[in-house]
Structures are given as C-alpha cells and as structure tokens.
C-alpha cells in the first residue's frame, strides 16, 4: 500500500467516512521530516495545519507545536484527532512506533480582528469592533509594553519598566489634557501616549512621547499582500552598549519605551542546535 493511500486509511480510520483530503501526509513521513531537523521538545510550525498530521505526530514524538488553520479544519479534523491522540485513542499513524499512550495536552486560539481596516474614502481606521481594552491590549503589544491597566490611575494601560508606562486614547489632545497629563506623571516617571491626534509641540513636555493612531500602528502591519509573508526586519534587537562619556560631553537621556526588556527567543533560536535523530 503506498504512503497516500496508507494516509487516507487513517484519516478514514480518524473521522468515519469524512475524508475531504486528496493528499494527506502519512504520519510516518512525518515522523521521518521531524526525526532529522528536530530534537525532543524543540517547536514546530505548520501554517497550513489541514488535518492536524504535523501536530499529532509532534505531539507524539515529544515535540512542541504550532499549527495554523483559516477553514473549519480546525473544528471538524484537528481538534478532534488531537484530542483521540492526547487520550491515548488514536492507534494509528506511529502510534504503536514511538510507543505512543496518551498525554499532553493543547491551547486554542482564535485569531482577532483586524486592528485597521478601511472607511468609506479608503482612509485606515480603527476596527468598530475593538472595544477600550481590547486596543489598548493592541498597542501595548504593538509597542513593546506588558499589558497592565491600573486601577487607580487612568492613564496607566501598559507598563515596560516601574517607571516607564503607556497611556491608550481615541481622544484629541489638546495642550492643556497633555500639560495635566505630564504634571501627573512628574519628572520621576515617562508616558508613552497613543492618541488620534494632538496639537502642540511634544518638546513642552519631556516626560511625555506623543504618537498618533494609526500611523503609529501602519508602520507596524503589512497591508495589501495575499501570501503569508512577514517583515522579518522589525524583529526586535538587542539593545547597544552604552558608550563612554566625558565630563565635557554628559549623555543626553534617551528613553526607548518598552525595549529595555530582555529579548524574547524567535521562532529560528530554537533550531540553533541542528538536527538530530529522535
């Protein structure tokens, strides 16, 4: 029997009659590919998850996973083989190979809406559907901040340091808002401010950085494309050493909101070791 047909027995095995796959990936291919490029409990991607084969054969091997799905796949195919896999019910593909009994289990996520869409003239703006906190949550990613609303004091929405915060808002900033705002934060502290609009000079206030919406989100989204490729050259970078100063040259205060944290690992650090057999 070769791989193809061997594959289309399982998936028949896996959801009854149900079988909308004309070449679904045998799991013993599978297990092949991630033997050679990966090691026990390293991440694996697959952006084109179709039936859930990568998952369920990571998940068996002992690896981490990462599936995406736009169909209903999602709800009709891999959820319910991952869950038969996860209680130890599936008894094909390289179950009986890996010794494989049960175990592990997943997190599924919903992809959001769009933050910017289009209005009636073309112009970029805010989503209807996004309330308060879910923008705020938005920016705070976008920008480099944990997401961390105060109760007790508005203009706290996200944080990157103790003394470092951000402050999400679709209002217009007049001079007068921003100078209350900066009496508030005082010297000790700096304010990232995410605003529709503002009128004034920035300069007057140098604890405050004033950014508009959505440009300051534009700069951060791919738009138009109809692949799935990503701008790789934003990914965040180590910060530089601090260079020596001279009593004649002080140093100018440079503040860099939300980039003081340390650098998460990307996708690529976790195949630094190479390949290696199961």
Known sequence: MGDNEQAKKEILTLFADDDPFLTPKPERLLQRIVSIATNPGDLILDSFAGSGTTGAVAHKMGRRWIMVELGEHCHT?????????????????????????????????RLGPSLIVADQWRNPVINSEFNSAML?????????????????????????????????????MSKEMLTRLSDEVGPERSLLICCSAFRCDPAHFPNLTIKK?????????????????????????????????TEDAPAKPHRKFGKDKTVQPTLFDFMEGGPGDE
């Open 136 to 172: 705020a949550e938005a920016m705070c990613k976008l920008e480099g901040f944990e997401y961390a609303p105060s109760e007790d004091v508005y203009w706290i929405h996200g944080k990157s340091t103790e003394t470092d915060f951000l402050y999400v808002t679709t209002q217009f």
């Open 77 to 109: 195919h891999i959820i319910p083989r991952l869950k038969k896999v996860i209680d130890g019910e599936d008894d094909g593909g390289i179950t009986k190979a890996v010794k494989w009994k049960g175990g592990g289990g997943f997190r599924y996520y």
């Open 213 to 245: 919406i959505p440009k300051a989100v534009l700069k951060k989204c791919e738009w138009g494309h109809d692949d799935y490729s990503l701008e790789i050259k934003n990914l965040p970078k180590a910060p530089p050493e601090p260079e020596e100063q």
